[in-house]
């Protein structure tokens, strides 16, 4: 039986700069969910203006047989904006939750006080009813004043892939902001326990403002599997698109 997930950083410029980058995004979403049809899809920077009751993102996947959806808002982005990530499942989901994991400096710094950066947690029930853990993380960018909060991220990460809950059969993905050479590294400090896959040089999965000649690249989107259980990576693909300054990832395991 397999699982297949897509991690996606949407850009939140594509969401709040005008109806038709807005329509655009939902275009190529579209079209990678007619090609890909994953079974569970991750999102990072999910934009909901505070006057709706959820983010325009997920009523465009509902309306595409994703019945199960999650939204957990980190803070505010700005007086109109609530930013966040999200999870949407066509498969059940068991226990679907969002958990603090470090303090939301750059909010602070906006003058939000008090806000959090969350982590989706929840359980996949697949069609034998084995439950699969799955984990959607965003830890903070990696500006000078978010270092200390970033490391309390992947920290927290850590323990939390460290309990009975999500020690075995989990899967983790989303933008982590880290290079993989990272020193501390959220890949580095999980090794032992975790499995782990991203982009090639040559075909990062950020570039600068979605730009293909540009020297500033990266592999900031990532997808780890817990060493210990029974699943297993049978298929990893990075996603062309220029719609966002991060490319789509996708994973299918063998579970």
């Not at 699982?3 to 655009?24: C, E, G, R, T, Y």
Request: glycine content about 6%; proline content about 5%.
């Amino acid at each position: 039986m397999q699982l297949s997930i897509l991690f996606w950083n949407i850009w939140l410029d594509n969401q709040i700069n005008s109806q038709k980058s807005q329509q655009k995004l939902l275009d190529g979403l579209g079209c990678i969910i007619e090609k890909y049809q994953p079974d569970c899809i991750g999102l990072n920077e999910v934009m909901q203006h505070v006057e709706s009751s959820a983010p325009f993102v997920l009523d465009f996947l509902k309306g595409l047989g994703y019945k199960n959806n999650y939204y957990a808002p980190a803070s505010p982005f700005s007086d109109d904006w609530l930013i966040g990530s999200s999870l949407s499942s066509r498969l059940a989901l068991d226990s679907i939750t969002d958990i603090p994991i470090s303090t939301d400096s750059s909010a602070k710094r906006k003058g939000y006080k008090g806000y959090s950066i969350k982590a989706i947690t929840t359980k996949v029930i697949l069609p034998n009813n084995e439950k699969i853990g799955l984990v959607i993380a965003h830890p903070l960018c990696l500006y000078p004043h978010n270092l200390i909060n970033h490391y309390q991220g992947t920290s927290s990460l850590r323990r939390l892939l460290q309990t009975a809950a999500f020690s075995e059969n989990t899967i983790i993905g989303g933008d982590f902001n880290e290079p993989s050479f990272m020193p501390r590294s959220f890949k580095n400090t999980t090794s032992e326990i975790l499995n782990f896959k991203t982009g090639t040089l040559r075909y990062p999965t950020w570039r600068h403002k979605a730009l293909h000649m540009t020297p500033l690249r990266s592999n900031l989107d990532q997808v780890y599997w817990t060493k210990k259980g029974s699943i297993q990576l049978t298929n990893f693909e990075i996603i062309d698109s220029d719609i966002s300054d991060h490319r789509p990832v996708l994973a299918i395991f063998e579970v």
